[in-house]
């Protein structure tokens, strides 16, 4: 299944309420610390150095925050690219070259008061079931946060519902949502202070980006350039891609005693009510032209992942290559997306590939070498055309 209109809604989403919160809250520390070494089973052959927060601040358009460019190893500044170093702003850690091994990694970074967390899950198990790790309090850390490790203070958002409604003659429709953000927070000043900022909020609009505009990769790097700026980002946007927040909602909850984390927080429900006007019967784009072995199958084998085994038929093109499924079925399928080769089972893992591979090829039987999101999945599949 490719990226649609709601996939394409809630990563917006994701980007304009991080940069709401960091910019009118300024809900960010500037740190200078070390890194700790922090092994990643998906990625056994780099060196991996994290830090005790995350996540990470990315967004240069957030005034006097400290956007990390590269790390000191034994006081030597290495850069984004250089010894394979990646910066993985979502977990908080630097991404290197197996062959580089330091007690002595140190980086300058700003990590968020408040993660930001995609869920489908039910508010009561997040709220009452589920274990997270709190933010220190204290800078003198010594030792990574692992890499499955879900700290908080955080908010949890999460597509709650959905509706078109008739809005102009020519198909014209107004596409409702209705999202919501579970908000954890060690405080009540904290959580009072965010709920003013979102409650604010409400009569705003903000740009619903393509999936080429998103800024990170498979590491969690930016996967275009060495810099993302939401402000020149959304100002390049044409106007109708802009949704109206029509209604910002909040249910403050009693104090919340989680056995799991053993320790007590509290919690809001923020309901947003979103309006876009979009004509979403209306399809502009040419008919697909086949070309040398577009039409062929693909053939997985022998994969740890028996969903993810068979034949993929080819079904059209997304971003430019040839997308396939598998047996008719919209969760299991291969697509190039987000600069890499993907294979889907969309309702084990969402938009996170089970198997994936960063190489530029034009069909998936090229790739010489899949990787795994999580080692319970190996080994990798053999991938082949099938004709």
Not at 151 to 159: A, E, G, R, V
Request: proline letters at 5%; hydrophobic letters at 35%; a negative charge.
């Amino acid at each position: 299944m490719k990226a649609g209109y709601i996939t394409n809604l809630m990563s917006s989403f994701y980007l304009w309420l991080d940069h709401e919160i960091l910019t009118r809250g300024e809900a960010f520390i500037n740190y200078s610390g070390k890194l700790y070494n922090s092994p990643d089973p998906n990625f056994p052959n780099n060196s991996i150095y994290g830090a005790p927060f995350r996540q990470w601040v990315y967004d240069s358009s957030v005034p006097n925050a400290n956007i990390s460019s590269g790390v000191f190893v034994n006081g030597n500044f290495i850069a984004r690219g250089v010894s394979g170093l990646k910066i993985d702003f979502n977990k908080g850690r630097a991404i290197l070259n197996s062959g580089i091994n330091s007690n002595n990694v140190t980086i300058n970074y700003s990590f968020k008061e408040y993660n930001i967390y995609y869920t489908d899950e039910r508010e009561e198990k997040l709220l009452f079931e589920k274990a997270y790790n709190i933010t220190p309090k204290v800078t003198q850390v010594t030792g990574a946060l692992g890499y499955l490790d879900t700290p908080y203070p955080c908010i949890f958002i999460k597509h709650r519902m959905g509706e078109n409604v008739p809005f102009a003659f020519g198909g014209e429709d107004s596409t409702e949502t209705m999202i919501r953000c579970i908000v954890l927070a060690s405080n009540s000043f904290s959580l009072d202070g965010l709920i003013s900022i979102l409650s604010d909020s409400a009569r705003k609009v903000f740009p619903v980006l393509n999936p080429d505009d998103f800024p990170f990769n498979y590491f969690g790097d930016f996967k275009l350039s060495n810099n993302f700026n939401y402000i020149n980002l959304c100002k390049d946007q044409p106007s109708n891609s802009l949704v109206y927040i029509d209604k910002v909602t909040v249910s403050k909850l009693d104090e919340i005693d989680n056995a799991k984390i053993n320790k007590k927080c509290v919690a809001a429900l923020v309901d947003f009510e979103l309006s876009d006007l979009r004509s979403p019967r209306v399809y502009d784009q040419e008919p697909i032209q086949a070309g040398p072995g577009l039409l062929s199958s693909v053939d997985a084998q022998n994969g740890g992942w028996s969903n993810l085994n068979g034949s993929f038929v080819y079904t059209t093109e997304f971003q430019g290559k040839p997308y396939y499924n598998k047996d008719g079925n919209g969760n299991w399928f291969i697509a190039w997306f987000e600069n890499q080769w993907n294979i889907f089972d969309f309702a084990e893992n969402g938009l996170d590939a089970i198997y994936w591979s960063p190489e530029d090829v034009l069909y998936p039987w090229m790739v010489k070498t899949w990787f795994t999101i999580n080692s319970k999945y190996l080994p990798v599949p053999k991938v082949s055309q099938f004709i």
